[in-house]
């Protein structure tokens, strides 16, 4: 059974700076592309940033400049440094990966964490 958990994430002012982290575990033979998506409340779940396996990123406008995706895959953990974050950025984060395990191939999904910036 393949299981992403996420960590970080919490209350920061306007200009300050969070870091997120997904590590996934289980029976896992390769991770392909890893990425963080949010939510905000009443609105749908949208793309953040998204890595391969070989380090190519894709960012979302909004979030170009502000936010580093990077990952370890010794690891298996996908990371999110997020600075100058502004109170639009408020969301829950959640983990994204494609995964073949010893079971099948699937996408799989964190449970999530909150982000909050005051402003």
């Known amino acids: 059974q393949v299981q992403l958990v996420e960590s970080g994430g919490g209350l920061v002012q306007a200009g300050g700076s969070l870091s997120l982290s997904c590590l996934a575990s289980?029976?896992?033979?390769?991770?392909?592309?890893m990425g963080w998506y949010r939510q905000a409340p009443g609105k749908r779940r949208d793309l953040v940033a998204i890595i391969t396996s070989g380090g190519g990123t894709h960012y979302a406008d909004s979030v170009k400049g502000r936010f580093t995706i990077s990952r370890d895959n010794g690891k298996n953990t996908v990371y999110l440094q997020m600075n100058t974050l502004k109170p639009e950025d408020t969301a829950v984060y959640y983990c994204?990966?494609?995964?073949?395990?010893?079971?099948?191939?699937?996408?799989?999904w964190g449970q999530g964490t909150q982000v909050t910036v005051s402003s």
């Open positions: 994204n990966a494609d995964i073949n395990s010893a079971q099948a191939i699937g996408t799989y």
């Open positions: 289980g029976s896992i033979i390769r991770v392909n592309d």
